[in-house]
């Protein structure tokens, strides 16, 4: 029986990448998968149930942030290439695209096969004129990508609330607010290692936070909502995030 969601296709994926040695997180700035290794550069990974035109169309848009960027999607149970084609020939047009090719096929009793048909560049004597390098655009996923302390978004989600790097930064000063009661920009710094607490709370993106009196702020209503909607989030605070782990090993 085929997948009803794209989210399906992102465990198997992610663990695939991780088992080479992968970070991966999910939906990172429009991305639906994003895995680095140590300093190389992003892998940029675009799920979809099927093969089509528009899988094809994203994948290309991503080539101005990584030059190595994957289609991935469900392996038909026959083992048949979708649209009459045959594997070959979407291998080769993905190749002449530059863009790789990840199937995922699923069993009743066994865990899913990740497979990659091709990667990106396998043949550059195939490859047409890529679309040019946004390096900025590049940057920016890498930030997001860093700045997270872990994986909460399942890639290929829509119409959920996406936990990035500024919403989890939120979630800390108010997570703060709630165990320790009003307090200065200077003390939520200090206590979330977040330079930048003061601007989050002037600008209060969120409307967590409320100014009592100068240089003060307390959690509102909306801010005790949000710790309950995104506990999971929260219970990570108590822990240190891998990169921190890292550091202090």
Same mark, same amino acid.
């Given at each position: ?14 663990? *695939? ?40 169309? &994203?994948?290309?848009? /991503? ?6 960027? *994957? ?8 083992? /048949? ?61 890498? /930030? ?22 500024? /919403? ?36 209060? *993106? *969120?409307?967590?936070? &409320? ?39």
């Amino acid at each position: 029986m085929p997948i009803k969601s794209e989210t399906e296709l992102y465990a198997p994926v992610k663990t *695939y990448l991780e088992s080479l040695g992968y970070e991966v997180r999910g939906e990172v700035r429009h991305c639906d998968l994003v895995a680095i290794r140590e300093d190389e550069p992003p892998i940029i990974v675009e799920l979809k149930r099927s093969f089509s035109i528009p899988l094809l169309l &994203q994948a290309i848009d /991503r080539l101005k942030i990584s030059r190595t960027v *994957y289609v991935a999607f469900e392996r038909p149970a026959k083992g /048949r290439a979708p649209h009459s084609a045959s594997w070959p020939e979407l291998r080769n047009l993905c190749r002449m695209l530059g863009i790789g090719m990840i199937t995922v096929q699923y069993y009743k009793t066994r865990k899913p096969r990740v497979e990659v048909e091709c990667h990106p560049g396998d043949d550059p004597s195939l490859l047409t004129h890529a679309p040019r390098l946004n390096k900025y655009a590049t940057t920016r996923v890498v /930030r997001e990508f860093q700045e997270r302390r872990a994986d909460y978004n399942v890639g290929g989600s829509s119409k959920r609330k996406l936990v990035t790097a500024y /919403r989890e930064k939120s979630l800390q000063l108010a997570s703060a607010l709630q165990q320790h009661g009003p307090a200065s920009p200077r003390k939520l710094r200090d206590m979330t290692g977040n330079a930048g607490a003061a601007g989050m709370l002037q600008k209060n *993106y *969120y409307l967590w936070f &409320q100014r009592v009196e100068r240089g003060v702020y307390k959690l509102t209503p909306l801010g005790e909502e949000a710790l309950q909607t995104f506990a999971h989030v929260v219970a990570g605070f108590q822990e240190p995030s891998p990169q921190e782990a890292a550091t202090s090993g």
